[in-house]
């Protein structure tokens, strides 16, 4: 019977025991709650001094200015409030106000999670809600805890979640032991309860006897089964129930799983689908309106896409005229008018402008030549503007973007004014609890570290957190170097989530770092930066500021927030401009410069990248010691020698060498979660050793922690202290980095501050991993970055030392910006020795999935109906532990009846001991056979013993025993290797178990000290082999086969699905069952809907159209990456003959419009 084979599953009657669990407590609670609700019902009563609603209020939201309760329910509310633990997540939606002074359940729905508002009794709240209940209303502090109600929660809240309706062993353990615990608390008060372990254990064993079918002899088995079954059916309907209520509050993608697993379910097993037919078609109902939602959400996007696609990608609606901006400003600076073109491409225009001898080429297409020259003179507007900056120049209103990190050189000296004086301003908001609200998330920790990475995010902030750091330490260490007052939590829980409310309430000051000739303007600058900081929070975009009036649009934002205007304050300082140094708006000009670089155009801009900022190019690095060098432009053609500078360094003896000194400050590098101790060491300094840019495979035989230990030793670095820590039976290792860190440069500089920003550059190299940065896009900068980087850790600023050295520069040698050349090289990657080590792995990637690709192309396997979503390397080593026997005497303590048989027996033991033979059969001979084949001397027998029991010895016993280990890294094949020799050694010398340690090199020990008492030799070990699978990973989505070669349609669906099978990577047989019912087992197996064939317009013909992700891999483990790519490209390729080995793949439905 049908019935019968789901109670054949255990991890199907772990859920219903603990469904169960669940209801036999809610009986048992019920004469309690109802009791004690309606003693704190009457306790209300009498407070109020029993008030009736007279207005008849229905309905009560806290969003509402201004409250529709009259004064007797608004009392009510009060009171009720009052008994709450919390004040937030109330669903006020619950409940009808008028009803709160004669209906008891309507009071505690208030305490509730979300319920249907005509729920008046206890039998129509399931157990969550009368346990929420319990746990919100303090009246019932004095009888239980609310930490053990809210351990009963969480199991109501797993059950239901379980998309497959199965839980483990010892998951239904856990939750069951919960109940109990909270089954004791509650006895005094339920009498009933005191037998609910007994009843929980009787169900479990009536559901261990059912067999899906009745004896007519047996009435009491037959009763005990009808009991059973209508007791899965109501664990069912509360299943069904919670999910259509859960799934019309919100549609989340797990709950779409569950509701999806839970009609399979119903589907495989018809006599449910028979006795739930409202319930499933409830499910149904619920699914329908879904496809609907899906259905309309698709045309909209469709729409959108399309008025999208009417549209130029830049302006939308009436441009900005910076065609008319750029003219102006080429007429201030007294240049030949600009020259506009067009260039004609497939999808529109795309706008050329040449001014003062250079051409930008626009970084979009148009739809027409008139928005296709406003973009390009966009662009040129940005770039000329960051390079010929001065406050009394480019302040024009065109010019309101931030200027791209792209620059040209101007032939003029960009010198702001003869002043020798600057206005610096600065700007004070003062917000007033502004809220950052987090997710929804089952801890209280995970709630308030969601709530600060949106804070991050909205405050511009690196979105990937610090290395090892919380979003929450990463914010407040901004706000204390910025002088921010911090933000207040407020925790709440809705619905069994917990949630997370950040308050920013206090004064925000925000400074021009870049000043201003002119007072006005610093005042517009800072409004700017206070946007750039505050924009997240006000929930406001500044990037088409009319006119750059960054001021009334800032008072615009706060005003609709109801906030009081900035308070701004300037200051004239004096400052010492150098030849070649101007201001700009890009940061701290304590760390900014406009260099004399030349640059390189190109004559067709076309054929630089589209998201490039400009045609504008740097120059490529030269070696200095060459005058005759000359560059090469985009297209080949050579541009004039680079002036001055390079033969300054001929002439020159003596260099510039800087050293720059980061003190961190606790910067957490934490290990992943492992079994144990010493791999979650491992696993931390292996991470540490990725960050500093370490070879990522260690040293040979060598860990990563002495791997990086020597490394930081050799550098003089402070070595990191390691902290321990074990959640949920998996260690943790945390390593905290603290103390100075000296970088150098090694390349030097005739210029002492370009000394100074090569060594910043170091220190990026090194510690962008622990600062979590990218500085590729730094445009030379690299000391201004660095201190940005550490300004958001809370850190202090490096400290700069320079030092002239006198140096004698041979011919071919010269100094660069390349950063410290002892770690990084352009030829192989090399240590620090020198020696050259084995290829970087990403370069291997990439070649793979270059290859991969091009397969798919091959194949005609393309976007979006297929799609390359990973490819992944795997390693496995192999280790060798090896104990050396030497004139060893080996005991057998089994008393025998004859001198053959103790011999015997010694022999089998010795055998079992060292790996020989498994059994007593010819264990003498094997044994013998094994000592002789490896040239050791047979062991001696002597027997004790003249009459019965008789003894035998083995006695000058020399051997060599070898322990293989096998992990995914050479620490745990060690450990594998060392658990089996631990495992075996004692037999050898007369124990009988040992007790295992934690981690290696306690288990080495262990063993040492073994061998040492028995005067042996010490163990050693040594890699064996290393090996590579590589896997990818393939997504399907709606991907169309067809087959019209056979003789008829079942013959091509057959075909069909032997293919697809094939590609899947199953084995296909004849004689088996048909190839159609395998594939669809397949993929209902996996809980995927299965291929949808449908007939060709050919004759005879038929296709299949399916979704899936595939994983693919070769067979066995390979000695190299490379053979390893090799054999996976093999693989890939026999799986993607199939798709059109006699069969021709067609377009997918959705492409085909079908």
């Not at 009736?52 to 329910?73: G, N």
């Not at 149904?284 to 549209?311: G, P, S, Y």
């Not at 100074?756 to 622990?770: K, N, P, R, T």
């Amino acid at each position: 019977m049908e019935s019968y084979k789901r109670f054949t599953d255990e991890s199907y009657k772990n859920w219903l025991k603990t469904a169960e669990s669940l209801y036999i407590l809610r009986r048992h609670i019920r004469d309690f709650v109802e009791n004690e609700t309606e003693t704190y019902h009457k306790s209300l009563r009498e407070s109020l001094q029993r008030e009736v609603c007279v207005k008849d209020c229905k309905k009560y939201s806290p969003q509402e200015k201004k409250s529709p309760l009259c004064d007797r329910c608004e009392q009510w509310k009060v009171k009720i409030l009052e008994n709450r633990h919390t004040k937030y997540g109330i669903h006020w939606e619950n409940c009808q106000p008028y009803l709160w002074a004669t209906e008891k359940w309507e009071v505690a729905k208030v305490y509730m999670p979300r319920t249907p508002k005509e729920h008046r009794s206890f039998d129509q709240f399931d157990i969550s809600a009368i346990l929420n209940f319990m746990s919100q209303c303090k009246h019932f502090k004095t009888f239980v805890k609310s930490d053990f109600l809210n351990k009963v929660i969480n199991v109501r809240n797993n059950v239901m979640h379980s998309p497959d309706l199965r839980l483990s062993k010892k998951d239904m353990e856990d939750y069951i032991a919960n109940v109990v615990q909270l089954a004791k608390f509650l006895e005094p008060h339920a009498l009933g309860l005191k037998d609910i372990s007994e009843e929980i254990q009787q169900f479990k064993e009536n559901l261990e006897k059912y067999c899906g079918q009745s004896s007519p002899n047996a009435e009491n088995s037959k009763d005990e089964n009808v009991k059973l079954i209508n007791r899965e059916h109501q664990a069912l309907k509360e299943k069904i129930e919670f999910l259509a209520q859960h799934y019309e509050e919100e549609q989340h993608a797990d709950l779409k799983k569950e509701l999806q697993g839970m009609k399979g379910f119903l589907e495989q097993n018809k006599d449910l689908l028979e006795n739930l037919g409202p319930y499933v078609n409830q499910l149904d109902e619920i699914q329908e309106k879904v496809n609907k939602h899906d259905h309309q959400i698709d045309n909209l996007k469709n729409r959108v896409d399309k008025l999208e696609e009417t549209q130029d990608p830049v302006f939308i609606g009436d441009p900005l005229k910076f065609k008319n901006h750029l003219i102006e400003e080429a007429k201030k600076c007294k240049w030949s008018d600009p020259v506009f073109t067009e260039v004609l491409e497939a999808n529109g225009y795309r706008g050329q402008v040449e001014v003062n001898g250079h051409i930008f080429t626009g970084s979009y297409v148009c739809n027409s030549k008139k928005s296709a020259h406003q973009e390009v003179a966009k662009k040129a507007l940005q770039n000329l503007k960051f390079c010929y900056y001065s406050t009394e120049q480019f302040s024009h209103p065109g010019c309101i973007d931030k200027p791209s990190t792209s620059s040209t050189t101007p032939s003029v000296n960009p010198v702001t004014s003869a002043s020798n004086a600057l206005f610096y301003a600065s700007a004070t908001v003062v917000l007033k609890n502004q809220e950052v609200v987090s997710d929804g998330c089952a801890q209280q920790e995970h709630a308030i570290e969601s709530a600060y990475k949106k804070l991050a995010c909205l405050f511009h902030l690196n979105a990937h957190g610090g290395a090892g750091n919380s979003f929450k330490t990463m914010v407040l260490a901004h706000f204390d170097s910025c002088h921010y007052p911090p933000p207040s939590e407020h925790l709440d829980q809705q619905d069994d989530k917990n949630f997370c409310k950040l308050l920013l309430c206090g004064p925000f000051t925000f400074h021009d770092k870049d000043g201003s000739i002119k007072k006005k303007q610093t005042e517009q600058q800072v409004a700017m930066v206070a946007l750039q900081q505050l924009s997240g929070i006000l929930n406001c975009s500044f990037d088409s500021v009319d006119g750059g009036n960054y001021k009334g649009f800032l008072k615009e934002c706060l005003d609709a927030h109801g906030l009081k205007q900035p308070k701004y304050s300037t200051e004239r300082k004096e400052v010492d401009i150098e030849d070649g140094e101007c201001p700009n708006t890009s940061g701290d000009n304590s760390h900014s410069y406009c260099t004399r670089t030349p640059r390189v155009f190109s004559k067709d801009a076309s054929l630089q990248p589209e998201d490039n900022a400009a045609v504008v190019q740097p120059l490529p690095t030269t070696h200095p010691d060459h005058n005759d060098v000359h560059l090469i432009g985009i297209q080949g053609t050579q541009t004039p020698p680079i002036p001055c500078q390079v033969a300054k360094l001929d002439c020159a003896d003596a260099l510039f060498y800087a050293s720059a000194t980061v003190v961190l400050k606790n910067q957490e590098v934490v290990s992943d979660g492992c079994a144990q101790q010493e791999h979650a060491i491992e696993s931390a300094y292996k991470k540490l050793a990725c960050l500093f840019r370490l070879n990522a495979h260690g040293g040979a035989g060598n860990s990563f922690k002495t791997m990086v230990l020597a490394q930081f030793d050799s550098c003089h670095y402070p070595p990191p202290s390691e902290h321990f820590d074990q959640q949920d039976d998996k260690n943790f290792c945390k390593l905290l980095l603290c103390g100075p860190f000296t970088f150098h440069d090694k390349d030097g500089s005739i210029k002492k501050k370009q000394a100074e920003q090569q060594v910043a550059m170091v220190a990026l190299q090194q510690l962008s991993g622990i600062l979590n940065c990218s500085f590729d896009s730094v445009d030379g900068n690299y000391k201004g970055f660095l201190k940005e980087c550490l300004d958001a850790h809370g850190l202090k600023q490096p400290m700069y030392s320079t030092e002239r050295k006198k140096v004698d520069i041979e011919e071919g040698e010269g100094s660069n910006t390349s950063g410290d050349n002892s770690y990084y090289t352009k030829g192989n990657q090399t240590d620090t020795k020198g020696n050259q080590t084995r290829p970087i792995p990403c370069k291997v990637a990439k070649l793979e999935c270059e290859e991969i690709h091009t397969l798919l192309a091959l194949f005609n396997l393309k976007p979006p109906s297929v799609t390359l979503e990973s490819v992944s390397n795997e390693q496995k080593f192999g280790i060798t532990v090896e104990v050396i026997l030497d004139n060893l005497t080996f005991k057998n303590k089994d008393p025998c009846t004859s001198r053959r048989d103790a011999i015997r027996k010694a022999y089998y033991s010795l055998g079992c001991a060292l790996g020989i033979c498994q059994s007593n059969t010819d264990a003498t001979m094997l044994v013998k056979q094994d000592f002789s084949q490896k040239s050791f001397p047979l062991p001696k027998e002597v027997i004790e013993g003249n009459i019965e029991p008789f003894y035998c010895s083995l006695n000058n016993i020399s051997y060599n025993v070898i322990y293989e280990g096998q992990g995914s890294t050479e620490t745990d094949a060690k450990h594998d290797g060392l658990q089996k020799a631990l495992h075996a050694l004692p037999l050898i010398f007369g124990y009988k178990t040992l007790p295992s340690s934690g981690n290696a090199e306690e288990m080495e020990a262990q063993i040492n000290t073994i061998l040492t008492r028995k005067n042996q030799k010490k163990l050693t070990y040594s890699l064996k082999w290393h090996r590579y699978m590589s896997s990818a990973k393939l997504l399907f989505k709606d991907y169309t086969m067809k087959s019209t070669r056979q003789a008829n349609k079942k013959a091509n669906r057959s075909h069909l699905s032997r293919c697809m099978l094939s590609l899947l990577g199953e084995k296909t047989e004849s004689n088996g069952p048909s190839f159609r019912s395998c594939l669809d087992e397949w993929f209902m197996k996996r809980g995927l809907q299965p291929p949808v064939f449908e007939d060709t317009e050919e004759a005879q013909g038929s296709k299949a159209m399916f979704s899936v992700s595939l994983s693919c891999s070769h067979a066995d483990w390979e000695d190299n990456l490379e053979a390893a790519i090799e054999k996976l490209i093999q693989e890939l390729s026999k799986r993607f003959r199939m798709t059109n080995h006699h069969s021709t793949p067609a377009p997918s439905m959705k492409d085909s419009g079908g």
